[in-house]
């Protein structure tokens, strides 16, 4: 979110400053992780596809094809960079789901654990 805040090239819309809620969650702020937390997590009511749904870059993961990786966690990096914010989550992921693509890496969660 730092990200964001650090570039003048574009504005962000963000009515009630919610990036400011999500950059503090990702800072250790319990009180805003617990807001952001309250917006994102599951309610106790799954949906009977629930155990087949998946995000659309995962689907392209599972059928051998590019994921749109670069163009969002990539470019989320770069623009960290250019500003002097880093963003080493997003370059993590970036260069994880990069190599699975080519096939250096099976398509893993404990992947992000290392």
Do not use: F
Not at 10 to 30: F, K, Q
Not at 49 to 61: F, K, L, N, Y
């Amino acid at each position: 979110m730092r990200v964001g805040h650090g570039c003048s090239a574009y504005t962000l819309e963000d009515p009630g400053r919610r990036s400011e809620r999500l950059a503090r969650a990702s800072e250790g702020d319990a009180a805003a992780l617990a807001e952001v937390e309250a917006l994102i997590v599951p309610k106790a009511a799954p949906t009977r596809r629930g155990d087949i749904q998946r995000p659309s870059m995962a689907q392209e993961i599972l059928k051998g094809r590019r994921t749109e990786i670069d163009a969002m966690n990539g470019y989320i990096a770069r623009k960290g960079a250019e500003v002097g914010v880093p963003a080493p989550s997003h370059a993590r992921l970036a260069e994880i789901v990069t190599r699975v693509e080519r096939g250096e890496l099976a398509p893993s969660t404990s992947h992000l654990e290392a």
